[in-house]
């Protein structure tokens, strides 16, 4: 499957802003989709996760609330809500696509990767 994600941008302190990841294929109802984001000079770190059908979803625990993850598999496309955005939220943002039923949190765990989209949060 290939991703592309996009809806990154500048914004400032307090805004909102939605990513969306389009999948190729028509088995994007078979992969477990996440979202990570790597700041500069810092490792990518998970941002959340979502089961196959959309029903579970998984944050880590610092965004929980201000972040949500959805997925819309008639449009092959899953998303990202971003809300009460802060300048710690500046980095890059992919999507990724896991071959399996379980929610995981790790990069490795993920089999393909989107080119990652810029979000930056000005003060």
């Known amino acids: 499957v290939q991703l592309q994600a996009s809806g990154g941008g500048l914004v400032q302190a307090g805004d909102s802003l939605r990513l969306s990841c389009a999948a190729s294929?028509?088995?994007?109802?078979?992969?477990?989709m996440g979202w990570f984001r790597q700041a500069p000079g810092k490792e990518r770190e998970f941002v959340a996760a979502?089961?196959?059908?959309?029903?579970?979803?998984d944050y880590v625990n610092s965004l929980k609330g201000r972040f949500t993850v959805s997925r819309d598999n008639a449009k092959n496309t899953v998303y990202l809500q971003m809300n009460s955005l802060n300048p710690e939220d500046t980095a890059i943002y992919y999507c990724?696509?896991?071959?399996?039923?379980?929610?995981?949190?790790?990069?490795?765990?993920?089999?393909?990767w989107g080119q990652g989209t810029l979000v930056t949060v000005s003060s």
């Open positions: 990724a696509a896991r071959s399996s039923s379980i929610l995981a949190r790790t990069p490795e765990e993920y089999d393909y």
């Open positions: 294929g028509r088995t994007f109802s078979r992969y477990v």
């Open positions: 979502i089961s196959r059908g959309g029903i579970e979803t």
